[in-house]
């Protein structure tokens, strides 16, 4: 009715990349390293250590859906608001969470917001992401000492550097592929592997609207090829890019590079459909991984390091539910640190209506940025960055026009403002970089367990007045953006309850690194403190989260992680 189609560029033959798994009957009694996870972390970290000569065990507790399954349905995909469950989500009896809100608990389910989903399949959320490809900034590892430490905030600078990333985001770049052009005025100059994808037909509009605003834009940096890259094809610009698998693989993944260079070696094993339940430590040592799956499958896996990257909410559950004697909170919790800080991005925005259909449906959509705001505004901690949004499909068309007012919900009037508006909307979106909180948190709730009797996450905590402010000044961007292009109709992104804590797809900081075991829980090189066979090497890590989209930096410090895990063995 709206005149959307998933092939507004061109049509394709769909591929799969074919994964060796291995069923638990033919799994080995001891590997040299286990690593929990296998999306951007844990499918980084895999790749160095099984091409190191080691024996890796990856456990996943997804499956791995095809990726028809995980390419077409609007509705059942990780970024539907429907409220109906995926192909990435758990079993969402198997594995309940609770949620505090406003100082009200309640008990959601993988597809509510409140569970803070990420998907469970190979690959992780790289399967299903929208795969912008930014660098952290200098700025971003020292916003204590840029900024201050507000009150009621725990803001930190990383133990870390920017110089001592760099080396590794290069190496993501190459090694994983992006796609881009144009300078963040907040770093040097990269040379990235791929030229961009040409602009849509919005970005064009929205290149001459910055032009007349004096803002800088540049072309978005994507982990999706813009030419045939590594035995992969290039983008086939259909309209169905975040949410969903890419139907020619085109789509940076670790399903489609790490792994399957991993698992090339023969030192990779590569286990799905169960989950590591707790590590096993022996006089005072982790030697080995507990791991379950259906009907009640157990065994233990001997090993000589674990390497955990299950994600910002799964990977404190770990720890927590690894208690023993020496550890009684929890393994590495003898401060009170795993857990806290959990952050993710509260996104900032605005709609806009045109009076003419701007709309091309020609993807992945996401073509033009700016970074002009990421940090030096007046009077705000830190800032972000604003870029047009990906193709939206028409149910999320419809919730974008619905949530900011700007057509009727439902009845004959609704169908026509659908039908009217729904090539005539550009939306401009972005992270910003949120200030943390000790009381925003993972813990593991006392009384409700999974169906395998382990205790569940149970998410609390509050966004602190700092980001509310940075959201408004953004959202007031990119409406004078939108304007600046000829919308004629705008309305800024609501904030709704500060009284919970953020987290979602960008889930981090709940495992943070630092210098001092008192107020962190690894080593600057993620290894967990008083273990020194035990790594992190996802976004739990992270001090701060950026005012960009984190992948990225999750692959470099995976990278980073891993090598040191080599050469100090």
Known sequence: MVGWRPDAASSWEPVATALTLTPRSALAGRYDVVVIGSGAGGG??????????????????????????????????PRSVAGLPAPTDPDPQGRPRVAVVDGVTSYPLPPDGDWGNNAFTVGGGTRVYGAQAWRFVPNDFRMASTYGVPEGSALADWPISYDDLAPYYALAEQRFGVSGGGTDPWHAPRELPMPPLPRTGPAHRLAAAADKLGWGTLDVPLLIN?????????????????????????????????????????????????????????????????????????????????????????????????????????LGNNQDQVGRHLQAHVYAGAVGLFDD???DLIGPGVSIATCDFRHGNDGIVGGGMLANEFVPTPAATYDYLTGAGLIPRAGLAGKQAMRREARRMLRVVGPI??????????????????????????????????????????????????????????????????????????????????????????????????????????????????????????????LRISDHLVRSA
């Open 357 to 359: 259909e701007l709309a």
């Open 433 to 558: 970089q949120e200030v943390t909180s000790r009381n925003s948190r993972i813990r593991i709730d006392p009384t409700l367990k999974d169906r395998f009797g382990n205790p569940v996450v149970k998410i609390s905590g509050e966004i602190h007045p700092e980001d509310v402010r940075a959201h408004a000044f953004m959202s007031v961007k990119a409406n004078q953006w939108l304007q600046a292009a000829g919308a004629t109709r705008t309305a800024t992104s609501t904030l709704g309850t500060t009284g919970r804590a953020s987290t979602g797809q960008h889930q981090a900081g709940t495992c943070r690194m630092g210098d001092d075991p008192a107020r962190s829980v690894t080593d600057p090189y993620g290894r967990v403190w008083g273990h020194d066979n035990v790594w992190i090497a996802d976004a739990s890590v992270h001090v701060t989260n950026g005012g960009v989209n984190p992948v990225l930096t999750v692959l470099a410090g995976s």
């Open 226 to 330: 813009s030419v045939d890259y590594q035995g992969r094809a290039a983008c086939v610009r259909c309209g169905q890019c975040v949410g969903f698998a890419c139907p020619v693989e085109a789509k940076s993944g670790t399903h489609n590079t790490a792994l399957p260079a991993a698992l090339a070696t023969g030192n990779c094993t590569l286990l799905t459909e169960t989950t590591a339940e707790r590590l096993v430590v022996r006089n005072g040592r982790v030697v080995g991984v507990a791991l379950v799956g259906d009907q009640l499958w157990r065994r233990t896996i001997e090993c000589g390091e674990v390497v955990v990257a299950a994600g910002a909410s799964e990977t404190p559950r770990l720890l927590l539910n690894s208690a023993h004697d020496a550890e009684p909170n929890g």
């Open 44 to 77: 980084a970290a895999a790749q160095v250590l099984a091409e190191s000569g080691r024996t890796v065990l990856v456990i996943e507790a997804g499956s791995y859906p095809t990726t028809e399954s995980l390419a077409r349905d609007h509705l059942r995909n």
